[in-house]
Nanobody, 126 residues
Framework: QAQLVESGGGSVQAGGSLRLSCSASGDASSSYCMGWFRQAPGKEREGVAFIDRDGSTSYADSVKGRFTISKDNAKNTLYLQMNSLKPEDTAMYYC????????????????????WGQGTQVTVSS
């Protein structure tokens, strides 16, 4: 059984920071790649940031320089540190784990066929 459980979402003003966490268990914890997607109302789900087993990271252009993805392998926990948040970052954020490289998932999010968390809401007000 695979399980991904997110936490850390909330409401913040523009320019603020949040840190999302995702605890992985079962098959999800042994996936090649873990990362975050997000989906805003009326928009398609998009990749945000991914980290592969070798530690390489991939980021969407819209979050480069503001978001940092990291993973604590001992705790099987994934993090997304989000700084300088903007109203356009408002979305439901989903933790994800897959056997596909992160850079591929950023370019082809619809090919994702792994495990999802339940999502955590991030709301950024102006």
């Amino acid at each position: 059984q695979a399980q991904l459980v997110e936490s850390g979402g909330g409401s913040v003003q523009a320019g603020g920071s949040l840190r999302l966490s995702c605890s992985a268990s079962g098959d999800a914890s042994s996936s090649y790649c873990m990362g975050w997607f997000r989906q805003a109302p009326g928009k398609e789900r998009e990749g945000v940031a991914f980290i592969d087993r070798d530690g390489s990271t991939s980021y969407a252009d819209s979050v480069k320089g503001r978001f940092t993805i990291s993973k604590d392998n001992a705790k099987n926990t994934l993090y997304l540190q989000m700084n300088s948040l903007k109203p356009e970052d408002t979305a439901m954020y989903y933790c994800a784990a897959d056997h596909t490289a992160g850079w591929w998932l950023l370019l082809h999010p619809k090919t994702f066929n792994g495990y999802w968390g339940q999502g955590t809401q991030v709301t950024v007000s102006s």
